[in-house]
């Protein structure tokens, strides 16, 4: 059964990614003092090593599941109406949830077929040889001592010419030019932000990008996500007003371009946020809204429950599916276990971000379809894009408790198989035919 | 990782049969689980972190088995409880049959499984399942959709079928004789639907 979603990475195809990774760093001048001969005998050294320090990482579960519904399993049992073996069905559904559920694991990292060098992915610590410490003891040595504080520097200057740029930009009356500007801003804020995170990313699909007036959905990986997406177009964010650092930005960016920002009272209200987002769509020259409907970050194996808020604005949703790449480094940002100075910090002393962006063609809701039914489609549409898992179960499950409707489900379930097989209050005449 | 090493030690020291009945791998696995659910960090579970598995939650028999897990009266359960516990319920292998016939029976042996069967069901362990503790694990199964006369009803034929001495109450002897019961963990044991672990 395992984890379907997740694949073994064949070494070729690790080659290929670090060729193409750091070619495309060399490219963009992030290392212009190396020269490339001396590059690839680097990457040729590291290939060998991680190929020869292969951890055989089963990417699929501990368990085999087995996946017979209630119906059939107690059925074939049943002759008479209440066994007491009926009870193995429910124990066994609760040790395979003990053991391995599926909600859970979408909330911590994803599991590495073979180790990437850093220290955070290696959970079971099997010490293979002195050349893999030395080449692990150096590449901690180029990424805390090199490739962080040039990281550093670009990403202050990121913050500060976005800042900068669109304070100066926001002083313009309301016109097309100060709409073009704002758009260069923008990106060219994105695009230093992206190189320090040294971010590769790959675009697919671009003739489906999301137009002026429509919703943009996505998946929530981590707050970078927003970043991701505005490297390569602008958008509209919607979000709480926060303090701060991040209380600057926001400030400074609504005044060039209308952003939506809620205060924390007014993000209860849902009538009133939708009514403003409604605004906001209706009007056709505007930048497209970026949603993440999942409310949380999950950790991009799967895509969880999307709330049904942002498709009942109306309007044509352009979906987007993004998938990091995990082999160069751990995108995904565990809310419970890292605030975000330390997530940002081990996001800068990863080897890099790659991943891919799906642009999808744009959909709308159908006669007669309700959002939750609307919401489940394109998340059916996105998960099998990005090759992701779809569960349906609340990405606030990460905090919160369960509903009890669902344990009513089952027992109800159950009750009907009690209640079908044999006619409650007649004497049972079951053969015992085993 | 040393935890893990120092936990296993213990059990070697020991001598218990539950370190034996898992392989390495499935033991690093098992720890690593363990810690994940572990969010106090102190190396024991209470109820709540069991609680927090949305499937075990929504499970109509969940807090029983759940409770499995602790020894009477405790409220954490460490690693090796935890470990012991998973134990009844891996499948039994044949090449297991034939060792060692002296020494303590295999946690998941056909007659422990029953027995954990049958502790799910009688809770205040007086050997006995009485009609009142059988209603109770029908009344957590079905929830409110069946009403307490029709319950009672089942409950009572269950018994009269199963009860041999007539006191009422079913025995474990009487519990191991049902058929289906059997017939089930027969067939459990062909179809290994647990902890089948590669590696």
């Not at chain 1, 002759?79 to 911590?108: H, L, M, N, P, W």
């Not at chain 2, 893990?4 to 001598?15: A, E, F, I, L, Y």
């Amino acid at each position: 059964m395992g984890r379907p979603g997740s694949r073994l990475v064949s070494s070729g195809s690790i080659r290929w990614s670090w060729v193409k990774l750091l070619s495309g760093m060399v490219g963009k001048g992030l290392l212009p003092c190396f020269t490339f001969s001396r590059q690839q005998n680097v990457i040729y050294l590291l290939l060998e090593v991680i190929i020869s320090s292969w951890l055989l990482f089963h990417s699929q579960g501990i368990i085999e599941r087995d996946e017979t519904p209630m119906e059939k399993e107690i059925a074939r049992l049943h002759r008479v109406d209440f066994e007491f073996s009926d009870i193995f069905y429910f124990c066994r559904k609760g040790f395979e949830a003990i053991v391995e559920d599926e909600v859970t694991q979408r909330f911590s990292s994803e599991e590495l077929v073979s180790w990437n060098l850093l220290t955070r992915t290696n959970v079971n610590f099997h010490y293979i040889s002195l050349r893999l410490s030395v080449v692990w003891g150096i590449g901690v040595i180029v990424r805390y001592c090199f490739l962080l504080p040039l990281r550093f520097t670009l990403a202050a200057i990121g913050i500060t010419s976005m800042i900068v740029g669109t304070t100066m930009v926001g002083q313009l009356p309301n016109s097309s030019v100060k709409n073009y500007l704002s758009e260069v801003v923008h990106l060219t804020c994105s695009r230093i932000l992206v190189r320090a995170l040294s971010g590769t990313i790959h675009y697919h699909n671009k003739e489906n990008k999301p137009q002026k007036g429509g919703i943009c959905v996505a998946n929530h990986t981590s707050p970078i996500d927003a970043i991701i997406l505005t490297n390569d177009g602008c958008y509209a964010m919607v979000g709480q007003v926060h303090g701060g650092l991040m209380g600057v930005i926001q400030r400074a960016a609504v005044k060039a371009c209308p952003h939506v920002w809620f205060e924390r009272s007014e993000m209860k209200d849902r009538l009133l946020v939708t009514k403003r987002l409604r605004e906001h769509v209706a009007d056709k020259s505007k930048l497209p809204i970026l949603i993440f409907p999942e409310g949380t970050c999950i950790n991009n194996t799967s895509v969880m429950m999307f709330k049904k808020g942002s498709f009942e604005i109306g309007g044509t949703i352009y979906p987007v599916a993004i998938k990091y790449d995990p082999q160069f480094g751990d995108a995904f940002w565990n809310s419970s276990k890292y605030n975000i100075v330390s997530y940002l910090l081990r996001i800068m002393t990863s080897w890099a971000i790659v991943c891919n962006v799906w642009y999808m063609p744009p959909m709308v809701r159908k006669e007669g379809e309700d959002a939750v039914q609307f919401a489940n489609r394109v998340r059916s549409a996105i998960a099998r894009q990005g090759g992701l898992t779809e569960l349906p179960w609340d990405g606030g499950l990460k905090r919160a408790k369960v509903k009890d409707t669902f344990k009513e489900e089952q027992q109800k379930n159950y009750s009907k198989m009690l209640v079908r097989n044999g006619s409650v209050g007649s004497l049972s005449t079951g053969t015992e035919s085993d | 990782m040393e935890k893990v090493n120092r936990s296993r030690d213990k059990q070697k020291g020991k001598k218990d049969t539950t370190a034996e009945v898992f392989s390495h791998s499935q033991i690093t696995r098992l720890y690593s689980r363990f810690t994940s659910l572990d969010k106090g960090e102190n190396g024991t579970l209470s109820r709540e972190d069991f609680q927090r598995i949305p499937e075990l939650a929504i499970n109509p028999l969940g807090d029983r088995i759940i409770n499995a897990f602790f020894p009477e009266g405790e409220d954490q359960v460490n690693f090796r409880g935890f470990m012991r516990t998973l134990a009844h319920f891996r499948p039994i292998e044949d090449n297991e049959k034939s060792k060692d016939q002296n020494g303590p029976e295999p946690l998941n042996s056909r007659s422990n499984k029953l027995h954990f069967a049958f502790r799910l069901y009688d809770l205040d362990k007086d050997d006995k399942i009485s009609r009142d503790e059988l209603l109770q694990v029908l009344r957590m199964m079905v929830g409110v959709n069946i009403s307490d006369e029709q319950l009672g009803s089942i409950a009572d034929r269950t018994i009269q079928e199963a009860d041999q001495d007539g006191d009422s109450a079913i025995s474990f002897a009487e519990f191991v004789k049902v058929g289906k019961l059997h017939f089930y963990l027969l067939n459990e044991t062909a179809h290994p639907c647990f902890l089948h672990t590669l590696t």
